[in-house]
């Protein structure tokens, strides 16, 4: 196996015998070979959109396939295996629906067209097309930050999706973008265009998800977040996907049966169709990574509805169930049943069995300043502005990590000047979200929008500065980016911020090893990208910017 798409890769170069993860060797094998495999689908579903052959079911396909090889989405590697074998049935379906069609299909020559096998096939093929076959050092990192920036899209489209929000021109751009990193003879300046117009997708599928989310739920607003317990067993949901929670809150009322969130849960807590349910408790623990020890002291059943998902401890193993692309053998899975709902009767017949979360801490923490709040407050804001109380704002969002390194951005937080704003999105702010920052005149000193998605917020209210400012680029503003990334998603958000001219931002704890170093060249020529110091050195950077 050879993987170097999130920011633990090992040593920085790649993960090559097993996951950093804990994905395994042959898991991440048949990842590749699926994602292959949906390049095979594309080459001719592209065809088929063209000839206004719009096949719905496949656009689907592959959505899900890309969601599921996201870092700690699914480490199930019969669910690959039988994914390979649905997706070479659906390309040889596509290929033949347009034969019918007399559509000419002369100029798909590429290898993934065109091959088969079985599941003993499956290992060889996948080394075969393994990341490492392209030799091209700029050309293979140009074709992987393509690649994963997609994933992150088809991951937030599929969360839209699920709320009946859809959209085709992304569709289209996905399996479009697959092609082309099936082409041996594309040049960097062809994957540079690419690039930037994976990050225009990315916006429009950022904004897609927020209508999906806030017209199905209200806009998010100001909320206090209980962290503490209650003496009635629970049920601890994790991952992003905000229908899951809602099936599961409307089949847990009345049951005795608490539900709390877990790291990118937090926010469902700021919209108000959530705050009808009084059983819907508040956040316990922390980010994803943490969740070995907290999963465990929770005492109940745990949902994943998606990442981030790390291979269980048996002390809790089987309180564990997964839905939607999430997986891990030997966890219970809830499907999506044939009515299009899930039945999680299983899961809370399992809590009632549990004793309730053992405490871990008290207290509250702040959040649900999405873009229509903030722009409700913008008078204030643009008057502490105007009068100096708030000399800049950082935007801290991204993903949090295991790596000692983190710490710096608790640090940086803390060091920061008190006429600082922190702009948050994602679960990076667990490293600084109970820290007591303070305010400025009412204004707190971190403001969470909400999920990772939600730094879609972040870029609305930077724009609508910039027009109440009356400036001309986005960059005038007083606005610094320190951004820490993971997995895939935090591509996609990159992606997105740099397709909006924004400049000067800096990714860490370390930048990707799949970036090489023309690339990186190339981008710090264009958007002035740079990694992390040390909070004293990068505290005078950010703050003469
Ligand atoms: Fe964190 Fe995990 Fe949301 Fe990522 S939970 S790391 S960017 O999956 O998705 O912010
Ligand atoms: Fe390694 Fe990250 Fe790939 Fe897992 S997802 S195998 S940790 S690079």
Redesign the pocket.
């Known amino acids: 196996?050879f993987?170097?798409?999130?920011?633990?890769?090992?040593k920085g170069v790649?993960?090559v015998l097993k996951?950093?993860?804990?994905?395994t060797d042959d898991v991440?094998k048949m990842q590749d070979l699926l994602i292959y495999a949906l390049k095979g689908i594309s080459l001719y579903n592209v065809v088929a959109k063209e000839n206004q052959i719009q096949l719905e079911e496949v656009d689907s396909f592959v959505m899900e396939g890309l969601f599921s090889t996201i870092?700690?989405v699914n480490f199930d590697k019969q669910y690959f295996i039988n994914k390979i074998k649905d997706a070479l049935m659906i390309r040889d379906k596509i290929k033949y629906v347009l034969k019918e069609k007399g559509v000419n299909l002369d100029n798909i020559n590429h290898d993934a067209a065109f091959w088969n096998g079985n599941e003993i096939d499956f290992y060889k093929k996948a080394e075969e097309v393994s990341i490492l076959t392209e030799k091209d050092e700029d050309i293979r990192s140009l074709k992987e930050l393509i690649t994963y920036g997609i994933k992150g899209i088809a991951a937030y489209l599929y969360h839209a999706y699920q709320l009946g929000f859809k959209d085709n021109k992304v569709f289209e751009f996905i399996q479009r973008a697959l092609v082309k990193t099936l082409d041996d003879n594309i040049s960097v300046d062809e994957l540079f265009n690419l690039v930037m117009e994976t990050g225009k997708y990315a916006v429009d599928t950022m904004a897609l998800l927020d209508k999906a989310n806030t017209s199905t739920y209200g806009h998010p607003e100001i909320t206090k977040v209980n962290i503490g317990v209650r003496n009635n067993p629970g049920i601890l949901v994790s991952g992003h996907d905000l229908k899951d929670l809602e099936e599961l809150l409307k089949q847990t009322e009345g049951t005795g049966v608490d539900v709390y969130t877990h790291g990118e849960m937090l926010p469902a807590h700021y919209y108000p169709a959530f705050k009808n349910y009084s059983h819907f408790v508040g956040n316990y623990g922390n980010s994803w990574w943490q969740q070995d020890k907290e999963f465990e002291s929770f005492n109940g059943p745990i949902l994943m509805t998606t990442n981030c998902l790390i291979p269980p401890k048996e002390s809790y193993k089987d309180r564990l169930y997964t839905t939607g692309v999430v997986g891990f053998e030997g966890v219970k899975h809830i499907p999506l049943g044939k009515d299009g709902k899930k039945d999680f009767t299983q899961i809370i017949e399992h809590a009632k069995k549990c004793k309730p979360p053992t405490e871990i801490e008290q207290g509250e923490i702040l959040g649900g300043f999405a873009h229509s709040q903030v722009l409700a407050l913008s008078d204030k804001i643009v008057d502490a502005v105007k009068k100096g109380a708030i000399k800049r704002f950082i935007v801290m969002a991204g993903c949090d990590g295991r790596m000692k390194e983190r710490e710096y951005y608790t640090e940086f937080a803390k060091a920061l000047p008190k006429d600082t704003v922190i702009l948050t999105a994602g679960c990076a702010k667990y490293r600084y979200n109970k820290l007591d920052l303070g305010d400025i005149n009412g204004i707190p000193r971190v403001i969470d929008a909400g999920q990772c998605n939600d730094s879609y917020s972040l870029a609305v209210i930077a724009l609508k500065l910039k027009e109440v400012f009356g400036l001309k680029d986005i960059n005038e503003l007083p606005i610094s980016y320190n951004i820490a990334w993971y997995?895939q998603k935090a591509v996609t958000v990159l992606l997105a911020l740099l397709y909006l001219g924004v400049k000067n931002i800096h990714l860490g704890p370390t930048l990707p090893?799949f970036l090489s170093k023309n690339v990186i060249k190339v981008l710090v020529d264009k958007f002035n990208i740079g990694g992390i110091n040390n909070v004293e050195d990068d505290l005078k950077m950010f703050l003469k910017a």
């Not at 993987?3 to 090992?10: D, G, H, I």
């Not at 996951?19 to 994905?23: A, P, S």
């Open positions: 196996m993987c170097f798409q999130c920011q633990e890769a090992y790649g993960c996951g950093v993860c804990g994905k991440a870092t700690n997995e090893a």
